[in-house]
């Protein structure tokens, strides 16, 4: 029994890491896609939809109007979702300079500033930006560049993370798991349509786009997605970047996680039929991407529990192996976070 | 050093994390519902 236990466990977190992204980059050899891209300068809103922003926005409408895309096609739609730091009295005197605004007294969460700021927006395509991260010039242009073809129907650019000392693109855990999520991302993109696009960047035709659910808190996935059900692609192209800092505390990138998984279980009540495999057209990338890995925690445990069972060659082997990682992991813990012992225990409200 | 220590470490930290979103999405906490910030994901 241990060893069914530790075989099917071992397979199955083999195939999450290591199978799927195997099986996609032989796909995208043999069946990948190709997109249609050329000059096209359709009439764009941009829109940063912003809580809390004060000490980012001022910045983020400087990174917006220095963008190469003809300002007479390119609107900017900054919705405000009911901040207290101040963000909204910055706005008001910066709104002069041809920014739309969009005032919601009471904060009522990103869901609803993204869904008014789609409803109020007269461009065809809709290109969604958070207020942290700072555009490269030409990332608006390559990214809508992608709608001249008429399949696509939502485009994700790409979030580079730089590293706060050498501001040199991220290679440490993080930024290793962003560059391995990106392969994916890519591989996706070319079979047919990314699991999920980039927060920080991403576009969407005006008239694809389906109100999110209030509370919604992936509205990076949803969004797409629901293209995706509506028989368009969506794609990943790295050539429209962002640039945004690893989070400086990985307590911070923790939460940020947490949410993003915890937005994985709220997505399946709110899209269902994302399960079904006769109406998902990317079915198997969905299970495969996104489901699977809500398991590989407990199928992590199971192979750890198994593994104690079998104390013979070749298993003892793999017992060292698995302690050995998992004692790294603990001193990578203390490595980074010498100041605290809470990142295991988020307080509620805090993430 | 530090660098090599944290691959693991990130491992650890996202396979925990979506024991944390389970819990989080199970309990409905409301700070999550309501998506009180405005932080895009990776």
Sequence with gaps: MPEVVFWTSLIFVSYVYLGYPLILALWKRIAARPIHKTDFQPKVTLIVAAYNEKANIRRKIQNCMSLDYPRSHLEILVSLDGPTDGTDVLMFKLASQGIHLLYSPNHKGKAAAINSAAEKASGEILVFVDARQTIDRGAIRELVANFADPTIGAASGELVLVDRQSNKEASDGVGLYWRYEKFIRSCESAIHSVIGVTGAIYAIRKELFVPLSEGTILDDVAIPMAVVLAGRRVIFDSSARVFDQVAPRADAEYKRKVRTLSGNFQLLVLMPTLLLPWANPVFFQFYSHKILRLFVPYALVLLYVSNLFLLRNPYVTFLALQTVWYGCALLGYFACNESTGSLFKPKEGRI | ?42
């Design chain 2, 1 to 42: 050093m530090k660098r090599l220590l944290l691959i693991p470490f990130t491992f650890v930290m996202m396979n925990w994390a979506a024991v944390a979103g389970l819990y989080h999405a199970v309990r409905g906490t409301r700070e999550i519902w309501k998506s009180n910030e405005m932080t895009g994901t990776l």
